[in-house]
């Protein structure tokens, strides 16, 4: 059995009303013309800290299951469908991550989950739901290396680059524009986030020839942050490396300010901090002149088309340049359902592979009805997608990444370089 036992959720009540609606193609089941239903639920930030992105990745993941069914219908394959079953907010939290998971695994049944942003939250929903019950994962934006790491029997991927290729984009760059064998001080928001990417960054810096004075973890949560920010300040380094999310480095900025012995234009940090607007509320004095690096869709093909689609489609949403790798979680899920031709995530994991071939036909997501097309006749393809030449490896990990480094002036972000980076 693919279900494990109904597990308790806070709103027992609620579970029961959901369960009586529950869609019998659960379990990889087909209909007699061949046809299926993927199930799909979206575990993503609406609240915490990272609801800044997770209502219009959101929308990124509805916009790529649409293009699907709509490629599917053009294509005559009306009994094939892929259905958003819900969108659960996981709050910026692994127990409220793990319950909104649970909800849609067992009680909406989805086959495939398209979350978190959260490395943290990824890994916790990995561990408890989607593994033990057999369930496809793909992660738009978690960065982590331990999910690489996971036990996962295959079933969790993701279009996002890990965290070191994160810290050789920062190592790169920060040699070029302080020195390799510079002295840096590393801080970081004591989670998943920060303590990987810290420890990455502060392994391949030190491996290269450069030097870290201080090293200082800080509690997110914490009412206050001018003693992490006095540490991270101390001695004299030439620049600082800090992992941390908006709404934390609200607070943390202004005491960093306050300590009259650092400078945004000397802080590199990384693409959680690459947004306009938050960085427009946090002000001035801790954000002009900061920069950093960010895996980038440049390695997407029609980046500008996709941007006019989902602003057309969604005028009231924030574009905030991440959208298109929750598309392409959903695409490139839903494109291997249907080369499995079964919603069964076991096998469905199997073609997760064979639709990423780099040597196979190519199709970009503005050719999905093709793309389809090729797969029914039973051609290997290479998915193009809208965030990235999706090609995995066989730990579900991108085989190559694009990054840019960043600069925030105080009223725009200004893209200054780019890089690309291949898994060794």
């Known amino acids: 059995m693919r279900r494990t036992a109904l597990r308790l959720v806070a709103a027992s009540a609620a579970v029961v009303a959901v369960a009586a609606c529950t869609n019998s193609n659960a379990g990889g089941g087909t209909s007699a013309d061949g046809g299926f239903t993927l199930k799909i639920g979206d575990v993503l930030p ?21 293009m699907v069914n709509a490629a599917l219908k053009a294509d005559g394959l009306s009994s094939t469908k892929i259905e958003l079953v819900g969108s659960e907010d996981d709050q910026t939290s692994t127990s409220a991550g793990v319950e909104a998971a649970t909800k849609l695994v067992s009680i909406k049944k989805a086959d495939v989950l398209v979350g978190s942003m959260s490395s943290g939250v990824t890994i916790a929903i990995a561990k408890s739901v989607a593994v033990p019950d057999d369930v496809l994962m793909v992660t ?43 002295t840096l001080n590393v801080g970081g928001r004591n989670d998943a986030f920060g303590v990987a990417l810290v420890n990455g960054f502060k392994a391949e810096w030190e491996s290269k020839g450069g030097k870290v004075g201080k090293v200082v973890m800080y509690d997110p949560k914490s009412p206050t942050f001018d003693s992490a920010a006095g540490q991270l300040t101390s001695g004299s380094p030439k620049g600082f490396v ?7 480095f609200a607070k943390v900025g202004p005491a960093l300010v306050r300590t009259g012995k650092w400078s945004p234009k000397q802080t590199f940090m990384t693409e959680a901090m690459q947004n306009a607007d938050e960085l427009k509320k946090i002000g001035a004095q801790a954000t002009v002149g900061l920069r950093g690096t960010a895996a980038s869709a440049n390695g997407g093909t029609g980046q500008d088309a996709f941007q006019s689609a989902f602003k057309s489609k969604y005028p009231k ?16 899920a839903s494109l291997a359902a249907i080369k499995a031709g079964t919603n069964d995530p076991s096998k469905v994991k199997e073609a997760m592979l064979t639709v990423s071939k780099p040597d196979g036909e190519k199709f970009t997501w503005q050719q999905l009805p093709e793309a389809i097309k090729a797969i029914k006749a039973g051609k290997t393809i290479s998915y193009q997608g809208a965030w990235t030449q999706v090609a995995f490896d066989p730990k579900g990990d991108p085989a190559v990444s694009s990054f840019v480094l960043w600069q925030w002036t105080g009223s725009e972000i200004k893209t200054l370089k780019n890089l690309t980076f291949e898994a060794q």
């Open 46 to 66: 609406f609240t915490g800290d990272l609801s800044p992105y997770g209502p219009s990745l959101d929308k990124g993941s509805a916009m790529g299951i649409d």
């Open 140 to 182: 738009p934006t978690s960065s982590d290396v331990g999910i690489t790491q996971l036990a996962d029997n295959g079933l969790v991927f993701r279009v996002y680059p890990p965290d070191d290729f994160q810290a050789k984009a920062l190592v790169q760059t920060i040699s070029q524009e302080l020195g390799q064998d510079a």
């Open 242 to 248: 800090i992992a941390d999310f908006p709404a934390t």
């Open 317 to 332: 949403l924030p574009y905030t340049g991440f959208e298109s790798s929750a598309f392409d979680s959903s695409v490139i």
